[in-house]
């Protein structure tokens, strides 16, 4: 979401999948469902201006970039990202 936020606020048209309808609804609705300082103002400019918005099912695009979530545990001592 931050990097799609990011990009979005340069000017680039940023179409975001989501298997979750909830976070679709949310982004669409230019919130976010995320914990992310500051992240909702820039989402909520990006989808104002129309650069951002989300959908369930991909759609054609010039470039594709796949994210998946941080594992969030209170255990979590050390992570490696590949």
């Known amino acids: 979401m931050p990097t799609a936020a990011v990009i979005a ?4 048209e940023v179409i975001g ?9 949310t982004i669409n609705q230019g ?3 995320i914990v992310e300082p500051d992240l909702d103002m820039l989402v909520q400019s ?3 201006t129309g650069k951002l918005r989300a959908i369930i099912e991909p759609e054609a ?8 979530p941080t594992p969030f545990s209170d255990g979590l001592n050390r ?3 590949i």
Do not use: E, N, P, Y
Not at 61 to 68: E, F, L
């Open 31 to 33: 919130k976010i469902h």
């Open 61 to 68: 695009a010039d470039v594709i970039m796949i994210a998946v």
């Open 9 to 12: 606020s340069r000017g680039v």
């Open 17 to 25: 999948v989501d298997v979750s309808q909830h976070a679709v609804d």
């Open 79 to 81: 992570m490696c990202l």
């Open 46 to 48: 990006a989808v104002t």
